[in-house]
């Protein structure tokens, strides 16, 4: 028995020391990302800086050299840098350009969300004919729980995803395995769209598409930047902090009483988790910084608000990986099918309205990364394309950020709806 115990006991149980391990865990990804060495950037283009910010601490868990499931700083961070890192990247929401954009990059984002909204349930509700078990499971290792917070990350993005698994409450094995489709399917499904970048005259006859407007925009954008972009000091630090914090402080106060009192008067509407503080804590928070974008607290973003929340949400990811369980991954592959088929009718919706409306193939890409790969993915996007369209992937993600907790919740409704009892 003592044997045991020592092989599950963790090396390092000092909750300052992990956090610093996980710290500096972030900081070895990040600069070895930075190498121009061709063999560390062909490594990274297979397996991104993201995944590897999830699976590095869910290796240290795995080999118990760290203890993520009994850490509180799993806690911490989803109840502290998340609401924290959206007030952050929902404080330049700018409306008025995405207004601007309607009329096709709109469209393309807004079909691009639909596409994973109905594509979600379709896939789920096709694998059930063929396997139900591999769309099953109970309690917290039912399916669609994961899979919601995969339609988390593929409306918004990973803050939306940690977002709808506090909601959810998928076990840590399948959602262990809900990263491992999301890194796989999400990212080949990049690299094809930057591939496209490459061939975007071609593309662009194939859907009869006028770039004229895409051309205009870059005009416009690289004037904006140079306008209004400059280098932060301390008193903007100090207000995007104060106001990230501050905001998650309010978000939290009102929560907790929003959610014992539907609990107390609305009991049957736990099934949809709005007697759960933390999606009161997260919606709250999402509506705080929608509001300051109304605000000259806005201006925030010139000073670089969206990097710190960039920064906070990475150090939300390393404390979420720190409870993977690095074996579970692949514990279901069936789930792989799912993703492909997932993505494959978001993709052909996308295709279709393009054609229809002769967008520019920029427009389908960026409104598709917009969603599935959230700001750092429709900026990487964007800038294949040209550098002065990145604020157009920004504007848009940003707006993915937005309504990705509650659309990624949706689906993941219906995806409970269609999922075998």
């Given at each position: 028995?003592?044997n045991a115990?020592?092989?599950?006991?963790p090396?390092?149980?000092?909750?300052?020391a992990?956090?610093g391990?996980?710290?500096?865990?972030?900081?070895?990804?990040f600069y070895?990302?930075s190498l121009?060495?061709?063999y560390v950037q062909?490594?990274?283009?297979?397996?991104?800086?993201?995944?590897?910010?999830?699976f590095?601490?869910?290796?240290?868990?795995?080999?118990?050299?760290?203890?993520?499931?009994?850490s509180?700083?799993?806690?911490?961070g989803?109840r502290?840098?998340l609401?924290?890192c959206?007030?952050l990247f929902?404080l330049?929401?700018?409306?008025?350009?995405?207004w601007?954009?309607?009329?096709?990059?709109?469209?393309?984002?807004?079909t691009g969300?639909i596409g994973?909204?109905?594509?979600?349930?379709?896939?789920?509700w096709?694998?059930?004919l063929?396997?139900?078990?591999?769309?099953?499971?109970?309690?917290a290792?039912e399916v669609w729980?994961?899979?919601?917070?995969?339609?988390?990350?593929?409306?918004?993005?990973?803050?939306?995803?940690?977002?709808l698994?506090?909601?959810?409450q998928?076990s840590p094995?399948?959602?262990?395995s809900?990263?491992?489709?999301?890194?796989?399917v999400?990212?080949?499904w990049?690299?094809?769209?930057?591939?496209?970048?490459?061939?975007?005259?071609?593309i662009?006859?194939?859907?009869?598409?006028?770039?004229?407007?895409v051309?205009?925009?870059?005009?416009r954008?690289?004037?904006?930047?140079?306008?209004?972009?400059r280098?932060?000091?301390?008193?903007d630090?100090?207000?995007?902090i104060a106001?990230?914090?501050?905001?998650t402080?309010?978000?939290?106060?009102?929560?907790a009483?929003?959610?014992?009192?539907?609990?107390?008067?609305y009991?049957?509407l736990?099934?949809?988790s709005?007697?759960?503080?933390?999606?009161?804590?997260?919606?709250?928070a999402?509506?705080?910084?929608?509001?300051?974008s109304?605000?000259p607290a806005?201006k925030?973003?010139?000073a670089?608000?969206?990097?710190i929340?960039?920064?906070?949400?990475?150090?939300?990811?390393?404390?979420?990986?720190m409870?993977m369980?690095?074996?579970?991954?692949?514990?279901?592959p069936g789930l792989?099918?799912?993703?492909?088929?997932?993505?494959s009718?978001?993709?052909?919706?996308?295709?279709?309205?393009?054609?229809?409306?002769?967008?520019?193939?920029?427009?389908?890409?960026?409104?598709s990364?917009?969603n599935?790969?959230g700001?750092?993915?429709a900026t990487?996007?964007?800038?294949?394309?040209h550098?002065?369209?990145?604020?157009?992937g920004?504007?848009l993600?940003?707006?993915?950020?937005?309504?990705g907790?509650?659309?990624?919740?949706?689906t993941?409704?219906?995806?409970q709806?269609?999922?075998?009892?």
């Amino acid at each position: 028995m003592q044997n045991a115990i020592r092989e599950v006991t963790p090396i390092i149980t000092d909750h300052a020391a992990v956090f610093g391990l996980l710290m500096a865990v972030l900081g070895v990804v990040f600069y070895t990302a930075s190498l121009k060495n061709k063999y560390v950037q062909g490594f990274y283009a297979v397996i991104p800086p993201l995944l590897m910010c999830y699976f590095i601490p869910g290796i240290l868990n795995s080999l118990h050299i760290i203890d993520g499931t009994n850490s509180p700083l799993a806690g911490i961070g989803s109840r502290y840098f998340l609401p924290a890192c959206l007030i952050l990247f929902t404080l330049n929401l700018d409306l008025r350009e995405l207004w601007n954009l309607r009329k096709r990059a709109g469209l393309m984002f807004i079909t691009g969300t639909i596409g994973i909204v109905l594509g979600g349930p379709i896939a789920v509700w096709l694998t059930a004919l063929v396997a139900p078990d591999v769309v099953g499971g109970a309690g917290a290792d039912e399916v669609w729980r994961g899979l919601g917070a995969l339609a988390g990350s593929w409306i918004g993005g990973s803050a939306n995803q940690v977002a709808l698994r506090e909601i959810l409450q998928p076990s840590p094995q399948l959602f262990s395995s809900i990263i491992a489709v999301d890194a796989l399917v999400a990212y080949i499904w990049m690299a094809l769209l930057l591939y496209g970048a490459s061939k975007v005259k071609a593309i662009d006859r194939f859907f009869k598409a006028d770039a004229s407007d895409v051309e205009a925009l870059k005009a416009r954008m690289d004037q904006q930047a140079q306008t209004h972009t400059r280098n932060p000091d301390t008193k903007d630090f100090i207000f995007m902090i104060a106001l990230a914090l501050g905001g998650t402080g309010l978000a939290s106060l009102l929560s907790a009483p929003i959610a014992k009192y539907m609990e107390a008067n609305y009991p049957q509407l736990e099934k949809f988790s709005l007697t759960n503080g933390f999606f009161w804590l997260i919606l709250i928070a999402t509506f705080i910084g929608i509001a300051l974008s109304f605000t000259p607290a806005r201006k925030l973003e010139h000073a670089g608000a969206s990097k710190i929340g960039t920064t906070l949400l990475y150090m939300l990811i390393v404390t979420i990986g720190m409870q993977m369980d690095i074996a579970a991954t692949l514990a279901n592959p069936g789930l792989f099918v799912i993703g492909v088929i997932w993505m494959s009718f978001h993709a052909l919706l996308l295709i279709a309205v393009a054609k229809i409306i002769k967008a520019p193939f920029f427009y389908l890409a960026v409104g598709s990364m917009a969603n599935v790969g959230g700001v750092a993915s429709a900026t990487v996007t964007a800038a294949a394309f040209h550098p002065s369209l990145i604020s157009v992937g920004v504007v848009l993600a940003v707006f993915g950020y937005a309504i990705g907790t509650y659309a990624g919740w949706f689906t993941a409704i219906l995806m409970q709806m269609v999922s075998p009892i």
